[in-house]
């Protein structure tokens, strides 16, 4: 069992940068990789970015290439986001998850998620 809590949102400026970071309960080092998702209001939940089990692979989404970077410290247990160049349209709750499968790949399995966390762009 894995539970993720995810911590580091907040409001910005648009332009400004946050960095996200999610906490596993268990060991996921090994065994998950590890997606970002986020949810605006009043639309569905969306892939964001995923980073393979060992590290090596990333994935990103076409609308936010380019200005952000996921990485893990799996000794620490801890999945990261950074997000920079923020615009006003990324505001959403913002959900770590993890995946058994090797590349956590936007349409991969994804069975843990964490409770979100709010990020807030103001123009």
């Known amino acids: 069992q894995v539970q993720l809590v995810e911590s580091g949102g907040g409001l910005v400026q648009a332009g400004g940068s946050l960095r996200l970071s999610c906490a596993a309960s268990?060991?996921?080092?090994?065994?998950?990789?590890m997606g970002w998702f986020r949810q605006a209001p009043g639309k569905e939940r969306v892939f964001v970015a995923s980073i393979s089990v060992n590290g090596a692979r990333t994935l990103y989404a076409d609308s936010m290439k380019g200005r952000l970077t996921i990485s893990r410290d799996n000794a620490k247990n801890t999945v990261y986001l950074q997000m920079n160049s923020l615009k006003p349209e990324d505001t959403a709750v913002y959900y770590c998850?993890?995946?058994?499968?090797?590349?956590?790949?936007?349409?991969?399995?994804?069975?843990?998620w964490g409770q979100g966390t709010q990020v807030t762009v103001s123009s």
């Open positions: 998850a993890a995946s058994s499968s090797l590349y956590g790949d936007p349409t991969s399995k994804y069975e843990y």
């Open positions: 268990g060991r996921i080092g090994s065994n998950y990789a």
